[in-house]
Structures are given as C-alpha cells and as structure tokens.
C-alpha cells in the first residue's frame, strides 16, 4: 500500500540554526515524485520543493533541500537558517501514476515552530 | 495572476441539505482535484480530474460529486452532507505529470 510517515508531529528550532523534518514513503511503483508543502496558520498551502524518483541529485530551493534516499524511501525537507516565518505545519506528499491518473498521497504533517 | 479560486470560503449547513463548493482555475491546467484536511490525517485526496468529462476516484470518494464540464471548473457536491464530512476542503489544479499542484485557499465546512 502507498504511504507517507511523517513520524514528527511537532518541532522546535532556533532562529538561524537548521531543522530537518522526515518523510519516508512506501510505493512499489518505480516513477513517483515526492513534493514538499508549507501550511502557515494563515491556511494557505505553499510547494516548497520537488524530488523525481529517477533524480540522482538532490532538489534544493533556497533555503530549502530534499535530503533523497532512494533505497531507504526517505525524503526529508532540511530548512537552512531558520526564520520566524518559517513557523508553520509542512506536509511531504508522494505523487503516482495509478490506472486513472495521477493520485497524491499526504502524510500528516510536522508542526514546525522556530524561536527567537 | 495565476491563481485557484474557492467559493464559499467558509459555509455551515445542515445535514441532509444538498451544497456545491466551486473551484476554478485560470492557469489552463488539465488536472484539478479535491482534498480534505482533517487533524492528524494530513490532506486526503476525495476526487481528481484528469481534463474535462474525466474524472476518477481519489481514497475517500464516498458521499461526494464532481464533475468537469468545462477545463477551468471543477464544483465539489455533497447532495446529503453528514456532520462526518465536517472538514476543511481544499481544491487543487496542476498540468499533467509529476508537478507540482497548486491550491485555492480553503473551504471550511461545518455540517451540524
């Protein structure tokens, strides 16, 4: 079964220093990508960052990168120098191929919160 | 701007009577979905669309509609809320593959 296990559901970082949060997936499937979103309290869903399964370089954005491990099925979101406004809930979503079309898995998030 | 547009925003209703949550997009994407956010469950895909008069389930499709009849729309219904369908529902649109999607801002639905 397709899943996505974001064993942290709260964090806490210091202003500036940086914070990993972890994603493992599971699929059989051999062609996925592995998405980062940011939720502020405001509600709005933000993509932050995209990882192809056949990408042998890790994704980075600014500030932020996607630490794959392919055969390990992870892909944690490590956030350099943290900033206040980085407070926020993140999901890691996997995208599929399925006999329909394309489907999205969530896992359930970390609420992130970085002190001053 | 390119954007994905909900209405209403926010809606409390009933059980029993009969809602449609509009989504719309300018962005002339061909897949477009719906989600809901539960605490604790992340966002769970109820039903997606791959381009006009296609349409297809996500993983918790039961008591929803959808349909698209034109590219940029794609309306939710609840023909017979329940208050277990009480969430926050988020439609989604991107172009077709492994891309990103992008969200409208939010319906929050309370069914009493």
């Known amino acids: 079964a397709q899943k996505i296990t974001q064993t942290q559901p709260g964090m806490f970082v210091q202003e500036k220093e940086a914070v990993t949060l972890d994603c493992t997936y599971d699929?059989?499937?051999?062609?996925?990508?592995l998405f980062w979103y940011k939720q502020p309290s405001s509600g709005e869903m933000i993509f932050l960052i995209y990882?192809?399964?056949?990408?042998?370089q890790n994704a980075t954005e600014g500030r932020y990168s996607l630490n794959f491990q392919k055969a390990r099925k992870s892909a944690n979101l490590v956030i350099s120098a943290s900033q206040l406004g980085d407070s926020a809930m993140y999901f890691c979503?996997?995208?599929?191929?399925?006999?329909?079309?394309?489907?999205?898995?969530f896992g359930a998030g970390t609420r992130l919160f970085v002190k001053a | 701007e390119a954007q994905v547009t909900q209405n209403p925003r926010y809606l409390i209703t009933v059980t029993g009577k009969k809602l449609t949550v509009t989504c719309s997009q300018n962005?002339?994407?061909?897949?477009m979905s719906w989600y809901r956010q539960d605490p604790g469950l992340g966002l769970r895909q109820i039903y997606y669309?791959?381009?006009?008069?296609?349409?297809d389930k996500g993983d918790v499709p039961e008591g929803y509609k959808v349909s698209r009849k034109e590219k940029r729309n794609f309306p939710l219904i609840l023909e017979s809320p329940s208050p277990n369908q009480t969430s926050l529902y988020f439609c989604?649109?991107?172009?077709?593959?492994?891309?990103?999607?992008?969200f409208g801002p939010g319906t929050r639905l309370t069914v009493t």
């Open positions: 989604a649109s991107s172009r077709q593959g492994l891309y990103e999607q992008y």
């Open positions: 669309s791959m381009n006009v008069e296609v349409t």
């Open positions: 962005m002339n994407h061909e897949y």
């Open positions: 990882q192809g399964s056949y990408d042998e």
């Open positions: 979503a996997m995208r599929r191929i399925d006999t329909g079309g394309f489907k999205t898995i």
């Open positions: 699929t059989s499937d051999q062609s996925y990508g």
